[in-house]
């Protein structure tokens, strides 16, 4: 399987993004999907994830408020939109899944499939 993300790019504070990840299987059902970041010198940090189940979205208290995460299962696509972007929000953002019918969390090690990330950068 592969996550290709789409999206990234160079954007003035202030601003918004909305990444896409599409997934090159048949489908997202059953699979909890979400985005990873990080930043040059940093560890991965968790951004969000969509419950494999209820689609229910679970997201990092570093960026609550400003970002929300959404999938459309029948064009196998999670979506990221980031408002507010900050310097702090500069990274490599990497779409995940999580194993099938497999409850995740924030931790990089739950997540087996990683696409090849989308570079988000946020000029002052």
């Known amino acids: 399987v592969q996550l290709q993300a789409s999206g990234g790019g160079t954007v003035q504070a202030g601003g918004s993004l909305r990444l896409s990840c599409v997934v090159s299987?048949?489908?997202?059902?059953?699979?909890?999907v979400g985005w990873f970041r990080q930043a040059p010198g940093k560890e991965r940090e968790f951004v969000a994830v969509?419950?494999?189940?209820?689609?229910?979205?679970t997201v990092a208290d570093s960026v609550k408020g400003r970002v929300s995460i959404s999938r459309v299962n029948a064009m196998r696509t999670v979506y990221l939109q980031i408002d507010n972007l900050g310097p702090g929000d500069t990274a490599m953002y990497y779409c995940?899944?999580?194993?099938?019918?497999?409850?995740?969390?924030?931790?990089?090690?739950?997540?087996?499939?990683w696409g090849q990330g989308t570079q988000v950068t946020v000029s002052s």
């Open positions: 969509s419950n494999w189940r209820t689609g229910k979205a």
């Open positions: 995940v899944r999580g194993a099938y019918q497999r409850v995740t969390g924030t931790l990089p090690s739950e997540y087996p499939t």
């Open positions: 299987e048949r489908t997202l059902v059953g699979y909890a």
